[in-house]
């Protein structure tokens, strides 16, 4: 199937641009690719470092953000977008009219002819690491956590560790017994897993009936070399001794968890579109395909969010595994209502996320909703810490929840103000305060003459919390303006000169 090299062209046509300017020392991927304002822009670089857009409900995350998606879009960009939402395929598509990208739309839907099975792809993939059991098994773990949000299933590392490792056992048998790695294989070696003693013994039941065992027999005709027999002889010793001999509750939980979350996978439409051949696959992206996972979590619940972890984690992997030096283009990751995906491989995938030349864009409601997502405990809030200092810039809409606001004041963080006010008689004092978010002054130095004149210096916050509450949202109301507040470590904007700077979209 052939995509387009346009966005080849684009990088070919701002390297001729900037070798008609006398051949300055200029970086296509730091020209201008989002305008801000006249004197500010964010470059290809600037979204390889991430983009969080965060805003209440109705502030107008959506429409200001579809001025990324366009630039994205004009500038032959391939990538991929991950729906929350009914509609949304009918949004980007409307996007890509505008900017004629609709020829490089894919529909991944079951309305379509597209099929894609993650696990052959990822054990097919010719770069080096793939095809490991554990790839694959780490696939399935980021789609369940995904998916499985809410259930008992949690971070509970011992929960976690036994779910791991029967994951991997069962996948192991499944790739080596079948040369594949269809999802209902691994599911199946799984519900016939044995589950006492007495079922590993020859006589059993179990061993005339059981599917995991049938594939166990197969598989030791396929192994040849000796590091082939030593890899089954660790997955036949956890069948036949450690996973009998686990806890009963144990091994039923696990069970269950695994089942709850792959057997509607096993279902139409997911089987049909995961479960069986590929006709696109995320190295599309590569040739400038913009693949529209339309599979809402709202309509199709936590398979939906499963399913389209499972792109999102394959093209993450792909577009950190290609040769730059031969796949240049840039590419993108699409996600409204980002909580949905958000997984603990994001903080490892965006810390690389530049020299794989990825735009991670994420639009999420407050920080809150990352927290329900990552954990409200210690781990989860330090993951959230790291994904939100992971995404470099931040573009803050109107938000009523004062965790959010707080946190974006402080990462605006205070300066020296100077203040001016009315004094009687002479003093020079310094006094320090505890301070809150909500009250601006921590410390203030004091200097006054006896003429009735102060001029005092306060760190205080740049932008105050509250400030977030006042900015427009868009709609007739507000004459289709959507204000925010744009932030980006170690940017000094030049309209203002400062770190943090005003902007103002106009809806669409
Ligand atoms: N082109 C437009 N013309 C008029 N109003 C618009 C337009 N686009 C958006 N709006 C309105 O502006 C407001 C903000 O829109 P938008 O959908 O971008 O917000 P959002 O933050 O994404 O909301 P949500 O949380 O519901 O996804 C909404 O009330 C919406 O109806
Ligand atoms: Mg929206």
């Given at each position: 199937m052939r995509f387009f090299t346009s966005a080849l062209a684009w990088l070919q046509h701002t390297r001729r641009a900037r070798d008609g300017r006398g051949g300055e020392q200029c970086d296509p991927?730091?020209?201008?690719?989002?305008?801000?304002?006249?004197?500010?822009?964010l470059s290809p670089y600037d979204l390889f470092e991430g983009c969080q857009v965060?805003?209440?409900s109705g502030s107008g995350k959506t429409s200001s953000a579809a001025h990324i998606l366009r630039a994205l879009f004009r500038a032959n960009f391939g990538g991929i977008v991950l729906c929350a939402k009914p509609g949304e395929f009918e949004h980007v598509y409307r996007?890509?009219?505008?900017?004629?990208a609709e020829r490089r739309v894919v529909r991944f839907a079951p309305e379509e002819a597209w099929r894609y099975n993650p696990f052959a792809f990822e054990l097919q993939r010719a770069t080096r690491g793939a095809g490991l059991i554990t790839n694959i098994v780490a696939l399935i773990l980021q789609a369940m956590e995904c998916g499985g949000r809410g259930k008992n299933t949690g971070g509970d590392t011992y929960w976690q560790d036994a779910l791991t490792?029967?994951?991997t056992a069962a996948v192991h048998l499944v790739c080596v017994s079948t040369g594949d790695c269809q999802l209902s294989d691994v599911l199946q070696v799984i519900q016939t897993a044995p589950q006492s003693r007495e079922d590993v013994t020859p006589e059993s039941t179990w061993s005339r009936t059981s599917a995991c065992f049938a594939m166990l027999l197969a598989a030791e005709k396929k192994v040849t070399?000796?590091?082939?027999y030593g890899d089954l002889a660790v997955t036949e010793q956890y069948f036949f001794r450690t996973f009998p001999e686990l806890a009963s509750k144990t091994r039923s939980i696990v069970v269950s968890s695994v089942s709850a979350m792959l057997s509607p996978m096993m279902r139409s439409p997911m089987r049909e579109l995961f479960c069986t051949t590929t006709n696109i696959d995320p190295t599309?992206?590569?040739?400038?395909?913009?693949v529209v996972v339309d599979l809402p979590v709202k309509d199709f619940g936590s398979v939906g969010t499963f399913a389209q972890t499972l792109w999102k984690m394959t093209f993450q992997k792909a577009m950190e595994q290609r040769d730059i030096a031969k796949s240049p283009v840039p590419t993108f990751l699409w996600a409204d209502e980002s909580q949905y995906f958000v997984s603990s491989y994001d903080l490892q995938f965006l810390a690389t996320a530049r020299s794989s030349r990825v735009c991670t864009v994420y639009l999420t409601q407050n920080i809150p909703s990352y927290y329900e997502a990552l954990g409200r405990d210690h781990q989860?809030?330090?993951k959230v810490d790291a994904l939100l200092g992971n995404l470099g810039t931040k573009l803050w809409l109107a938000n009523g929840d004062p965790t959010t606001n707080e946190h974006a004041a402080k990462m605006i963080a205070q300066t020296w103000q100077m203040r001016q006010g009315a004094n009687q008689g002479y003093s020079s004092n310094m006094s320090q305060q505890g301070g809150s978010l909500t009250t601006d002054t921590t410390t203030s130095v004091n200097y006054s003459d006896n003429q009735g004149v102060s001029l005092s210096e306060q760190l205080a916050f740049q932008i105050l919390p509250q400030e977030f509450t006042t900015l427009r949202t868009g709609g007739p109301r507000n004459n289709l303006l959507v204000d925010g507040i744009i932030f980006k470590p170690g940017r000094v904007w030049n309209a203002t000169g400062t770190n943090f700077m005003r902007v103002t979209f106009k809806q669409q």
């Open positions: 991927l730091a020209m201008p690719l989002v305008w801000l304002n006249k004197f500010d822009a965060v805003g209440a996007i890509a009219q505008e900017t004629g490792e029967l994951l070399t000796e590091a082939e599309a992206c590569e040739r400038g395909a913009i989860g809030q330090h």
